[in-house]
């Protein structure tokens, strides 16, 4: 059964690389809202994925008991995050498409 849950991953196409960070241009700012979003999106993946296989580690005998509830502990934080980022931008788009034009 250790074999089976070592062999599997929740995406297994992902290259564990850290996400680009947002470009900035001359005047200082931020490259784009879509840029600032990939990022996120892609710590998010990366954090989970690490806890994934941190967790796999553990079960394998080769990760601490606290190493695996740190990992977790860091991917809930995370994940509560993003969660949250995504229902204030869905809060957002609906009191924009609410607006009389």
């Given at each position: 059964m250790i074999d089976a849950i070592s062999k599997t991953s929740l995406l297994p196409e992902l290259q564990m690389q850290p996400a680009s960070a947002p470009t900035i241009n001359k005047s200082g700012a931020v490259g784009g809202f879509d840029s600032v979003l990939k990022s996120v999106a892609a710590d998010t993946v990366n954090s989970l994925y690490k806890s994934e296989m941190t967790a796999v580690a553990g079960i394998n005998g080769k990760a601490t008991v606290q190493q695996v509830v740190?990992?977790?502990?860091?991917?809930?934080?995370?994940?509560?995050?993003?969660?949250?980022?995504?229902?204030?931008?869905?809060?957002?788009?609906?009191?924009?498409?609410?607006?009389?034009?």
């Amino acid at each position: 059964m250790i074999d089976a849950i070592s062999k599997t991953s929740l995406l297994p196409e992902l290259q564990m690389q850290p996400a680009s960070a947002p470009t900035i241009n001359k005047s200082g700012a931020v490259g784009g809202f879509d840029s600032v979003l990939k990022s996120v999106a892609a710590d998010t993946v990366n954090s989970l994925y690490k806890s994934e296989m941190t967790a796999v580690a553990g079960i394998n005998g080769k990760a601490t008991v606290q190493q695996v509830v740190e990992q977790v502990m860091a991917a809930e934080r995370t994940l509560q995050t993003t969660i949250a980022v995504r229902d204030k931008v869905v809060s957002a788009y609906q009191e924009i498409s609410r607006m009389a034009i």
